[in-house]
């Protein structure tokens, strides 16, 4: 979408479908895919019910699928101990939605190096 327009609307599945075939291209090639779950969003101005089920459900493929090559779960690597549906306060840049550099910093001890060989 360009910027300022209305966000596509997409189903978990339709999203499912994408991550299958950018992990088909990568196998085709003989690159590992390495995928990442989508990190919490609660109180950005993207948030909603129905965004919230589908992040869970493409969540929950990207975890137990075993369709990637390995995982990375930023979901649970930066959520809040209070609600995990929201990013951390000492990751969030602001808006609920970006992080900030200790966010960054989370994403990357969260990366298993075994999973990049």
């Known amino acids: 979408s360009p910027i300022g ?3 596509t609307d997409v189903s978990a599945d339709e999203i499912i479908a994408g991550h299958r075939e950018l992990i ?3 196998h085709a090639k003989g690159v590992r895919a390495i995928g990442a779950t989508l990190p919490p969003m609660k109180g950005s101005r993207y948030h909603s019910a129905r965004g919230e089920a ?3 459900a493409v969540n929950a493929w990207i975890r137990g699928s075993g369709a990637y090559d390995g995982v990375v779960d930023l979901d649970r690597a ?3 101990p209070s609600d995990e549906d929201q990013l951390d306060p000492a990751y969030d840049s602001g808006d609920h939605l970006h992080l ?3 966010g ?3 994403v990357a001890q ?3 190096p075994a999973d990049l060989s």
């Open 5 to 7: 327009a209305p966000p």
């Open 24 to 26: 088909r291209q990568a």
């Open 54 to 56: 589908k992040r869970d």
């Open 78 to 80: 930066l959520a809040s």
């Open 100 to 102: 900030n550099d200790a």
């Open 104 to 106: 960054y910093r989370a």
């Open 110 to 112: 969260a990366v298993d």
